[in-house]
């Protein structure tokens, strides 16, 4: 191996009148900008093809002589002015936006959202991400540019990124990690004045470990990055922390929680960013609460850890993707001491203290659980889709004793898609026709989907027809590179030509290959399956991608099994499965597919959004009633496969047969049916129309712009709101409310519930029961609680369910016995229950349900 005694950075030699070519190719934006797009392509198709759509790398190895004849061809040149001046109205845009509209008093000169995450999925030329956690950080961003909110991005920059995935002989999973080329992507290095790299420093064990950062233009969005592959770390397993998303020891991986989480707070300092508004995107950031805790007592010495705590927490979310527990990120206690026990003493707390934040019982023995982490420096948390919020509900009801399951101070923002990225050029330029540019502006709009109903059904159907041709022709293609590449014989490299029909019924099934998404579920009949795809009048074809974890061996036996029985004379034709799936594989499935096909057990699901992606495209979908699907689906929009059950783990192999056998006969005697049942001009009239009534319910809702204002409006807004009353000017107002919080907490265990009366055990349907408590509050008054009654019907165990609440009101006292009084109003017969119930009460409370506060009679 040589070293250089020099290094030189070559850059593109662009004529002048191409020059802003360059500043096009670093912005994102090209990557949901369909015209941007074409004028990279019309520079050179075949090269915009071999690098993997990156304009950065294209305008690096595109020749003189091209470029040369492009800045003299006066049509190019009229239609980069054009794409140049709509670039700079979007840039430029700064009181036409949403957020600009809606909020003209909000702040927006710089950003004040912070949003951290493990992974983003912008473009397929910046492999950033591994699956459904990046795609969806990535089209946050977007939608977040599109919107005009003020945020900035925060993650890491992986010098291997994911892995690409290959194929053995057997059809067995391999991994390869090319190395990403910065100096060729759409990322800048962020330099100081004197111009040197601005490095950030996180503590490790004996030293420091040092990261650069990097910048990524999306639209009008900064996404910083981290690396950690330079010189100032001497320890070649410090340099190498960046290589890979997802992999490495638990060693490595809590090392790259910390760079993210302390060296994410440092890079915005860095740069001069001052968010009072942290997003949490899964609990792998959830270090950064801590870091800012550590900053304001470090800058404010008379702050203790509770006002530090108190203060800090109100501006941070935590959104939790995870509806397992086996899925949460964990780690043990010695690695929090190898890495932590200099932070502890710098927040004023022991070891217990500090390992309780994100202390998790596992029945036996102990972890620190990132989520818990997050959870408890956090003012609100969600889950990402309305079933995903109850059973988030449910896994964490631990941290919240007595508190009834639906109360858990645990929302839900349901997942979207980022419309623009994801609906092919051809569906685009169609709803133009019809829609304008409002789908492109608001489409979260349904008074501008509703108008889906205006475009002719022929229309709209050789639309689809013709991305599901481009599907088969890319699909055959990728087919045959695969098979050349694991040394297939000839004969079978050849026959890639003939697999699959561009006019018949095809259905995609692309995701992450963990065991639970039941990928091969379609395959518990084969004979079955085989009448169905082989059927001589309506057949049927198979399109299947995904990658499994290289360490998950199940999910690799999964893809290999695909991959065997696409090789079988009797499938061959009919199913196919692409590899490598990537952004781009997506895209071509999502836009050509007929029917998209998803079957996890419910409700192992947390969301999911490749189906989302359909739907914009003509698309229709087929799934079990889990994650955003069990909120989307009426029999007007698509199928779904059974009906919603949950079994437990001894009962799986009892629900992939009866689930199995509901897919086949929903496929035979619904789907199948339906795709083949013609008019006279050979139109399938029912079936566009399921296609618009998906179109025209769905596509206004199950977007990124719809997820993002909820986001701002329910979340964003008021955690600014909070922290910005607890810090400023001051910090006075935290300090006093953390000295109340810390009164309550040392008071609470005096409260007590001493005797409840109510008027009557029988009424009419009108009528109202008086109820009177008596609670002794101790050390603490009226005003710093909330007394309730909650009432419901009762199971048939006595337990009050689907409870409502009154507040009661207080009528006088005895010493510390305050006696309360309320009334409720029964709208229907049957047993019902009442009780009551205290809470703690202050106007900065972000929730009134906290840890360990509530008093039941």
Excluded at 441 to 464: G, M, S
Aim: glycine content about 8%.
């Amino acid at each position: 191996m040589v070293r250089p005694v020099a290094t030189v950075t070559v850059v593109p030699n662009l004529p002048p009148s191409l020059e802003r070519l360059r500043e096009l190719a670093y912005n994102l934006r090209w990557s949901w900008d369909h015209e941007m797009i074409a004028i990279f392509r019309r520079l050179d198709r075949n090269l915009w093809e071999q690098t993997s759509h990156n304009p950065v790398l294209m305008l690096g190895l595109i020749s003189q002589d091209q470029l040369a004849a492009a800045a003299k061809d006066e049509a190019f040149l009229a239609n980069l002015d054009r794409v140049c001046e709509a670039h700079d109205r979007y840039m430029e845009n700064t009181t036409g936006t949403w957020y600009a509209k809606n909020f003209p008093d909000a702040p927006r000169d710089q950003p004040y959202i912070a949003y951290f995450s493990m992974e983003f999925g912008l473009t397929e030329a910046l492999r950033n991400y591994s699956g459904g956690l990046g795609i969806l950080s990535g089209d946050h961003l977007k939608s977040a540019s599109d919107l005009g909110v003020p945020l900035v991005g925060i993650g890491l920059l992986y010098q291997e990124g994911y892995f690409s995935q290959y194929l053995n002989n057997d059809g067995f999973q391999q991994e390869a990690y090319p190395i990403n080329d910065y100096a060729n992507l759409p990322v800048t290095l962020m330099r100081g004045e004197d111009g040197d790299p601005l490095l950030v420093q996180v503590p490790l064990p004996g030293r420091y470990l040092y990261a650069q950062i990097w910048q990524v233009q999306v639209g009008r969005v900064p996404l910083l990055l981290l690396d950690t592959n330079i010189p100032q770390n001497t320890l070649p397993e410090d340099r190498d922390l960046t290589d890979r998303l997802y992999g490495g020891d638990r060693r490595q991986r809590i090392r790259q929680e910390v760079l993210m989480g302390i060296g994410g707070i440092q890079a915005l300092r860095l740069l001069g960013y001052k968010p009072t508004v942290f997003h949490m995107n899964e609990g792998h950031s959830a270090f950064m609460g801590l870091e800012r805790i550590r900053l304001l007592m470090s800058e404010n010495p008379q702050l203790t850890f509770t006002q530090a705590w108190e203060i800090c927490r109100a501006g941070n979310i935590f959104t939790t993707h995870t509806p397992v527990p086996a899925g949460l990120e964990r780690f043990g206690f010695d690695l929090m001491d190898e890495h932590f026990a200099q932070m502890w003493p710098e927040l004023d707390l022991d070891r217990d203290q500090f390992l309780d934040l994100g202390r998790e019982n596992m029945g036996g023995y102990e972890l620190f659980s990132m989520a818990v982490l997050a959870l408890n420096l956090s003012s609100a948390a969600n889950g990402v889709a309305e079933l995903h919020g109850k059973v988030s509900r449910h896994l964490w009801q631990w941290m919240y004793p007595n508190l009834p399951v639906d109360e858990i101070p645990i929302g839900h923002v349901t997942n979207g898609i980022h419309a623009e990225t994801w609906t092919s050029r051809e569906m685009g330029q169609l709803y133009d026709r019809y829609f304008g540019p409002a789908w492109r502006e608001d489409p979260t709009n349904p008074n501008v989907w509703h108008d889906i109903e205006k475009i002719p059904d022929a229309e709209l159907w050789r639309t689809h027809e013709r991305r599901r041709e481009r599907l088969v022709t890319a699909a055959r293609e990728h087919l045959r590179r695969s098979l050349i590449s694991r040394g297939a014989p000839q004969s079978e490299i050849e026959s890639a030509e003939e697999v699959l029909n561009p006019e018949i019924l095809t259905i995609g099934f692309a995701r992450r290959f963990a065991t639970y998404k039941r990928a091969t579920l379609i395959f518990s009949d084969k004979e079955r399956l085989y009448k169905l795809l082989n059927n001589p009048d309506r057949p049927v074809q198979l399109l299947f991608a995904g990658k499994a974890h290289p360490h998950d061996i199940p999910g690799k036996e999964l893809i290999r099994e695909i991959v065997s029985i696409a090789r079988t004379s009797e499938f061959r034709n009919r199913i196919v499965f692409l590899v490598n799936y990537d952004m781009a594989v997506a895209r071509l499935l999502v836009q050509g597919v007929d029917v998209w096909l998803n079957n996890p057990r419910r409700p192992e699901e947390a969301s999911g959004t490749s189906g989302m992606k359909a739907i914009y495209n003509g698309g229709l979908n087929a799934s079990t009633l889990d994650g955003w699907w069990a909120e989307a689906y009426d029999p007007s929009v698509g199928w779904e496969i059974g009906n919603g059950e949950e079994y437990p783990p001894d009962q799986y192999p009892l629900q992939n047969k009866i689930e199995a056998d509901a897919l086949y006969t929903m496929l035979e005697r619904d789907v199948v049916p339906l795709f083949y049942e013609r008019s006279r001009d050979n139109l399938p009239r029912e079936w566009i129309r399921k296609v618009k009534n998906s179109v025209g319910k769905l596509a206004p809702f199950f977007n990124t712009n719809r997820m993002v204002q909820e986001y701002t409006s329910q979340y964003y807004l008021p955690a600014y709101t909070r922290y910005d009353h607890l810090a400023t000017p001051d910090m006075s107002r935290g300090i006093r409310f953390a000295e109340w919080r810390q009164r309550i907490d040392k008071a609470w265990n005096k409260v007590a519930i001493t005797n409840v009366e109510t008027s009557s055990n029988s009424l009419k349907i009108g009528g109202e029961q008086e109820v009177h408590a008596w609670i002794d509050l101790g050390d603490l008054t009226p005003e710093d609680v909330t007394v309730q009654l909650y009432y419901g019907t009762l199971t048939t165990h006595g337990d009050i369910t689907n409870g409502e609440t009154v507040d009661m009101t207080p009528l006088g006292s005895k010493g510390t016995v305050y006696e309360f009084a309320g009334k409720i109003g029964y709208r229907s017969t049957g047993q019902h229950g009442v009780s009551v119930r205290v809470l703690p009460c202050h106007e900065d409370l972000p929730t009134p349900f906290q840890r360990g506060l509530i008093r039941w009679a």
